[in-house]
């Protein structure tokens, strides 16, 4: 049978956009002798809507375009994903679903059954879980239709209280009692630099126990946290990829699942490089889909607003990027020289703005309230203020979104200004550990030197007083980052992180400072997400507390 595997950028709630994008898919599908062409999960709506799945013209919108949609099958069939509504008595009103559609009509919907509620999803809150169970059957075909997290069902899901706990419900167990032929997957499964080949070995070991060829079809693109990285798959029924689909942008692919030899392998990439492009697509769809072009950020000299800037450039165009050195009293040559050097490297247009005047201004008209008081980091704030300002002004006047540059291990322990340094439209490097920052510098300058040299090397500073450096209040990053790791990520005690050969005093001091930051997390700018544990709507914990 040949099936064509449409993986393509939605954007949430435009169905005239999607549509139209589907019915390009099916028409290409049929010229290239396809019988079947598969999209992803609610890839009519775009993956994920949120509430707006309460609104009642939303759904019957979506409806409505399934129809649409529908109407061009002529010749062809396709399955497509879009809420459906439940007509039982009991239940959510919606179903999360898969329709099938031929001739003209809708002809068949299946619906999801493992509605996942954990990390940033939370698809109970608005979808019914499927009970009734039934293949899609052609003239030809027996298939087994399911929906992303409907193949994890015998996936462990790991339990700190003891044994692992399995699903309480297989959906592929009971459609393998039909006796299927195949099995399809409609997903829309987020990028995560931490879990590189979970995906594959898993919907791998699916084919290899059924002993059926599977194909899944994932979404691409981002959101303004989520980022979907496609690598849309075909396997045999041994488990062996034999296509596989292209990363982090669209890709069109017809398979034939009666020839079951390699047709097409995407070639490898390292971790950093994929973490590189997540974060590049994040920025490019952000701004495209929220209809802006242009984007500001300060240039410190610094290499967390030096990497920020090259992956915007790489996302937007160097026409489209502006940087803003704001040196202040504290502010090393060599830092304003770095800025100066990365502009110029990517081409980018820079103004200098010193802010030493208005610091001074500021502190003048606080005086009367400070008195006699000593300086501390209040003044060192109103430095990282200033430039908030300033940033937000620019913004405002342009049109431009301010990228923020804070980095993982900063946000975790509270690392930085409200109002200052957090500003910002965007959080680039949210959730991206400052280690982590040095090795995507490092592939940056592989072939050419574009963030200088120096700002590499350098201590990491804040520059907000004199000889100030970041280990001057944190730990080395490599620590810090390991400590971080095993707490978020993770979810470690910090007797298991002292364990691990860390001074436990280290560790209670970091695990304080991510646990009274929360309110200043709270506040921050969207993140993109390319982790399995980011700051924002995955992790969730409460504003105060005594924990």
Partial sequence: MKIALAQLNYLIADFEGNRQKIITSIHKAKEQGAELVVFSELSVTGYYPHDLLEKKEFI????????????????????????????????????????????GEICDIFCKTLLPTYDIFDE?????????????????????????????????????FGKDKLCQASPLGELMIMNPGMIINLAASPF????????????????????LPLIYVNQVGADAEMIYDGGSLFFSPSGEIISELAYFTEDFRVVDTGEIYIQAVQPPLSKTEKMRKALVLGIRDYFRKSG?????????????????????????????VRGLLMPSAYSSQHSIDDAVLLAQNLGIA?????????????????????????????????????????????????????LNTSNKSESAVGYGTLYGDMVGGLAVLGDVYKTEVYQLADLVNREKEIIPRNTILKAPSAELRPGQKDSDSLPEYNLLDKILFHYI?????????????????????????????????????????????????GRRMPLVGRY
């Fill in 192 to 211: 995560s630099s931490d879990q590189e080949n979970w995906r594959k070995e898993v919907l791998a070991a699916k084919a290899k126990m059924t002993g």
């Fill in 60 to 103: 019957l919108k979506a409806i409505d375009t399934v129809r649409e949609i529908a109407a061009q099958c002529t010749g062809i069939s396709a399955l497509v994903g879009a809420p459906a509504i439940n007509d039982g008595e009991r239940g959510k009103k919606l179903f999360n679903a898969a329709y099938f559609l031929r001739d």
């Fill in 292 to 320: 802006f072009s242009g984007a500001v950020l300060g240039l410190s000299g610094g290499i967390d607003s030096a990497l920020v800037a090259v992956l915007a450039v790489e996302a937007l165009g160097a026409a489209n």
């Fill in 489 to 537: 990520e993770l979810n470690k005690s910090p007797e298991e992180i002292a364990s691990l050969g860390i001074d436990p005093a280290q560790v209670r001091k970091v695990i304080a400072m991510v646990n009274r930051n929360e309110y200043k997390r709270a506040q921050t700018a969207p993140i993109l997400r390319i982790t399995s544990k980011s700051f924002g709507s």
């Fill in 124 to 160: 109970y809150r608005h979808f019914e879980p499927n009970r009734h169970f039934h293949l899609l059957e052609t003239d030809t075909h027996r298939i087994a239709v399911t929906i992303c997290e409907d193949l994890w069902d015998e996936l462990p899901v790991h339990s700190e």
């Fill in 350 to 402: 820079y103004h200098s703005v010193p802010i030493q005047d208005t610091v001074e201004s500021f502190s003048g008209a606080l005086a009367p309230l400070f008195g006699n008081l000593p300086a501390d980091v209040t003044e060192e704030n109103i430095q990282a203020r200033t430039r908030g300002l300033l940033l937000m002004a620019f913004s405002n006047k342009f049109g431009h979104i301010v």
